[in-house]
């Protein structure tokens, strides 16, 4: 049974970016509450920016309790750490040089990796590696499992592209489809910047307790109409309209 999403606009940044931090820290802090460890896969692009840097300030510098946050990429570009492009680097700049994280709580997208389906490889064994125990549990639950078992994270950031693109799944683009997979290459991007990618696949965002799309713009207007039209379309072209996770789906918007 999917959730209803939940739809939250505002009229202006300052308003948005605060909502944002705040739903973050409190997500954050229920599920340390709950599992004792927060597991959050962060967006990338420049949209996020203002948010992460936002957590990296007062109160939530103070009150969030990083030690259990672990934070890992729902998509990077297949480039070094330092460079421009790179979502690992705008995130480190932002947040992660800015709080008490411990450098063993960062998951990045492996750059070292000579081709962007190595990179995918090596990040899903990153994963595996991270959510055994809870992919042990589903397995040995004793329910004939339907298909692949997945991580489910506590949360997971999303951006939007103006194609309806979110992460690296892109329109028409065959990760799109991907059933079996956690993370695939995209050696070539459609949108720019064209370089290739690393993406967390359908199935593993679809499985996340809470999916939040952190959208601003005015250039976002007309495709978040598109999509808002198209989320009961089970196979709409826009991958962002496909984010149907059976947890929270909530959708942070300001057009300003
Ligand atoms: C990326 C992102 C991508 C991004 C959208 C929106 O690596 O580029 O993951 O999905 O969120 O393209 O980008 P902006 O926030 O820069 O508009």
């Known amino acids: 049974m999917k959730t209803k999403p ?52 007062p109160p939530y510098l103070q009150k969030l309790n990083w030690e259990a946050v672990h934070l890992f990429w729902g998509d990077d570009r297949c480039v070094p750490p330092d460079d421009p492009a790179s979502n690992y680097r705008m995130a480190c700049q932002a947040l992660v040089n800015r709080v008490p994280i ?30 055994r125990h809870e992919t042990r549990l589903a397995v040995s639950t004793g329910k004939k499992r339907q298909g692949p078992v997945f991580p489910v994270f506590d949360l997971i950031l ?43 696949t359908l199935p593993v965002i679809n499985r996340a307790r809470t999916v939040l799309f952190l959208v601003a713009g005015a250039d976002k207007h007309a495709i978040v109409e598109k999509i808002i039209g198209e989320l009961d379309v089970p196979e709409s072209p826009f991958p962002a309209a496909r984010v149907r996770p059976a947890g929270r789906l909530v959708w942070l918007i300001c057009y300003s």
């Open 158 to 200: 999303l951006g939007l592209g103006r194609d309806g693109h979110t992460a690296s799944l892109f329109p028409g683009h065959t990760a799109l489809e991907e059933q079996g997979r956690w993370a695939v290459g995209v050696p070539d991007p459609p949108s720019p910047p064209h370089i290739a990618r690393v993406t967390l």
């Open 102 to 131: 411990p450098k063993e709580n960062l998951h990045p997208i492996p750059f070292q990796a000579s081709s962007c389906a190595e990179a995918a490889a090596l990040f899903e064994e990153d994963l595996q590696r991270f959510f």
């Open 6 to 57: 939940e739809f939250r606009t505002f009229a202006t940044r300052a308003d948005w970016v605060e909502a944002a931090a705040t739903f973050f820290y409190q997500e954050a802090r229920s599920s340390v509450r709950t599992r004792g460890a927060f597991t959050v896969a962060l967006s990338g692009g420049m949209t996020p920016k203002v948010v992460y840097e936002r957590l990296a300030l």
